[in-house]
């Protein structure tokens, strides 16, 4: 994945990543979806896991290469 | 490079390499004449001969190696590390690179320097490392163990300058503190409140050494470090406590709508220059919000210890419910009328016990997010997302009574033979007063 000068791909990708998260959570709270542990657990770690993948795979920011 | 051979051990010299032993500086690639290059070798560059060991392989010790082509010859000091036949084979030492050493940063630092150690080993952005830290540490404790080893187990680089805090200085600052708590709750303050904080300056003061100071004995750096075990520990259940509470008062949504709202930050600054450092407060709200979620905590309600012991079934119309604490339903003093009376029990956090009548045949439906059920019917289950719903049935005209329980993580036990002892707490000796399988004995009776 080669980057543009200033643009950072991980933040990118895990911005996306937690976004989803987040509209997960929401529609937990209004009542859209119940959140169970069966469902909540693999989220999470497939969230966290694609933001390390994602980080680990766009290299350091621009900033500090 | 030429192609690798396989790696023949110290006595095994009938390749195509002389059995004598070379002066290693002169046998060296580009040590001796670099116009005379040894056939089929490249001139410049570190290569190896076939049937040369690699540097860093067993049998490589004592023998000819390409990065003392780099030293001055006729004697000059050597590295020991480098000329130790005991040392690791592997290395991330390269003819370009010295080798390197694990030590936590004194100078990319958030608290012990772990994370920017390991990034820099790594060759990696620490940031990287302090997600899993925090991540792991919300998911059992196992970032926070594994922070702590490295603490204790990697050694700073030495760089730091410690900055010492001056006792007076500190006790000033913790005097103030708690001149300030006991003007706004007196009560809390002189009751629990004295001992608690008095530990909360211990470990503060000591979490302040063991950051800024990296001096001093070995028994005051194992108190501080034992001292940011808990600091960390408090630090992570506080998060879920304040995600619980903010859930609690209606702030899911609010928390929810922050992790989206961090997110559209992370994807703004990524043509920034990126913004990486928002991932973390975004996980810190997002994963104890979606345990919260998921155990369907609610902690609003009454919070401690209460037992609720109503008289007549008008009493029972709007159920009972509590945030956190220990919760006890005594209902064996009602008369209890023919037909099917429901009674929901919720509790956020805690245990909930639930005394029925004898006489009186129970159906029940427990939701527990985490924690434990043991009922009448000789049910126990536990775990996450247990529901527990009775198999009895009561016939039309008997008397039922339907417990409707809803736990976000705790203990739920219903049963009639519970006793009370000293302190008003209950013991449930279950099956051990009627017998295994005659505690619901009414529904059967009536069946």
């Not at chain 2, 580009?30 to 049937?51: C, I, N, W």
């Not at chain 2, 608290?111 to 390991?118: E, H």
């Amino acid at each position: 994945m080669k980057a543009r000068p200033g643009f950072d791909p991980g933040s990118l990708v895990s911005g996306v990543i937690i976004i989803v998260l987040g509209l997960l959570l929401l529609a937990d709270r209004t009542g859209i979806v119940d959140l169970r542990f069966d469902y909540w657990w693999p989220a999470a770690l497939a969230a966290v896991g694609g933001v390390l993948l994602a980080c680990g795979l766009a290299g350091p920011p621009s900033g500090r290469r | 490079m030429t192609d690798r051979p396989d790696i023949p051990d110290d006595h095994d010299h009938d390749s195509d390499e002389p059995a004598e032993p070379r002066d290693d500086a002169a046998a060296a690639p580009g040590a001796g004449d670099p116009a005379e290059p040894r056939q089929g070798e490249p001139a410049a560059g570190p290569s190896f001969a076939a049937g040369d060991p690699l540097p860093d392989e067993p049998g490589a010790a004592g023998r000819h190696d390409p990065r003392d082509a780099r030293e001055p010859l006729g004697g000059a000091p050597r590295d020991p590390l480098r000329d130790d036949p005991e040392r690791p084979v592997f290395s991330f030492a390269t003819p370009d690179r010295p080798p390197r050493r694990l030590t936590r940063s004194s100078s990319d630092r958030m608290i012990g320097g772990v994370a920017g150690g390991l990034g820099r080993y790594f060759d990696v952005d620490p940031l990287l490392f302090r997600i899993g830290f925090v991540v792991l540490t919300f998911a059992g404790g196992f970032g926070l163990l594994a922070y702590l080893i490295g603490l204790v187990a990697i050694p700073s680089d030495g760089e730091f300058k410690p900055q010492r805090w001056g006792l007076a200085r500190t006790a000033g600052v913790g005097l103030l503190a708690c001149a300030a708590v006991a003007t706004v709750t007196p009560h809390w303050f002189w009751g629990p409140g004295v001992p608690g904080l008095v530990a909360l300056g211990v470990v503060v003061y000591l979490l302040v050494r063991v950051i800024r100071d990296e001096g001093g004995s070995r028994l005051a750096g194992a108190a501080a470090r034992i001292a940011l075990a808990i600091a960390l520990t408090a630090l992570a259940a506080g998060g879920f406590a304040a995600a619980a509470a903010g859930s609690a008062l209606g702030g899911g949504i609010f928390i929810a709508g922050a992790v989206i709202a961090l997110g559209v930050a992370l994807v703004g600054g990524a043509y920034r220059g990126g913004a990486r450092w928002l991932i973390v407060p975004a996980l810190v709200l997002a994963l104890p919000l979606g345990v919260v979620s998921a155990a369907d905590l609610k902690l609003d309600g009454q919070w401690g210890d209460r037992t609720f012991r109503p008289a007549q079934t008008a009493d029972l119309g709007g159920g009972y419910k509590m945030g956190v604490g220990h919760m006890q339903v005594d209902l064996r003093g009602v008369e209890l009328p023919r037909g099917r009376t429901d009674m929901p029990v919720k509790l956020g956090v805690g245990e909930l016990e639930v005394a029925v009548p004898r006489d009186v045949c129970v159906t029940y439906d427990v939701q527990v997010g985490a924690g434990q059920v043991t009922t009448l019917d000789d049910i126990d289950d536990g775990g996450l997302d247990v529901n527990v719903e009775g198999a009895a049935s009561a016939p039309r005209g008997a008397r039922e009574l339907h417990v409707t329980a809803d736990v976000g993580a705790g203990a739920v036990r219903i049963g009639p033979n519970f006793v009370e002892e000293a302190g008003g707490r209950w013991r449930d000796f279950g099956s051990a007063v009627t017998g295994p399988g005659a505690l619901n004995a009414a529904c059967k009776a009536a069946a």
